[in-house]
Nanobody, 125 residues
Framework: QVQLAESGGGLVQAGGSLRLSCGCS????????MGWFRQAPGKEREFVAA????????AYADSVKGRFTISRDIARNTVYLEMNSLKPEDTAVYYC??????????????????WGQGTQVTVSS
């Protein structure tokens, strides 16, 4: 069984930065692609960013392009989300997810194999 564990959330002022981490207990064909999603109060969970462990393919939601960067450390089985120029509207619970294909994470609804427990990000104005 694969487990995903997020960390790095917290409270930050608008314009600030945070880095989220997601550790993946093991890499399998069902975790070839990793992604970040977020869910704000009263809203549906939405796609933020995704990548593949192998190769340079990445994808971003338009709302975070140019501000967020997704990256990975294969040696540590860890995916990161570097968030800069944070805005109050970025406030949400951020979830890590894994799937066999990056498109599965981008499509609506996403087709994910695993989810993390989530980490809260709060951006104050």
């Amino acid at each position: 069984q694969v487990q995903l564990a997020e960390s790095g959330g917290g409270l930050v002022q608008a314009g600030g930065s945070l880095r989220l981490s997601c550790g993946c207990s093991k890499l399998t064909n069902s975790t070839n692609a990793m992604g970040w999603f977020r869910q704000a109060p009263g809203k549906e969970r939405e796609f933020v960013a995704a990548l593949r462990w192998i190769g340079s393919s990445t994808a971003y939601a338009d709302s975070v392009k140019g501000r967020f960067t997704i990256s990975r450390d294969i040696a540590r089985n860890t995916v990161y989300l570097e968030m800069n120029s944070l805005k109050p509207e970025d406030t949400a619970v951020y979830y890590c997810a894994a799937s066999g294909w990056i498109q599965d994470l981008i499509d609506i609804p996403p087709r994910t194999n695993y989810w993390g427990q989530g980490t809260q990000v709060t951006v104050s104005s």
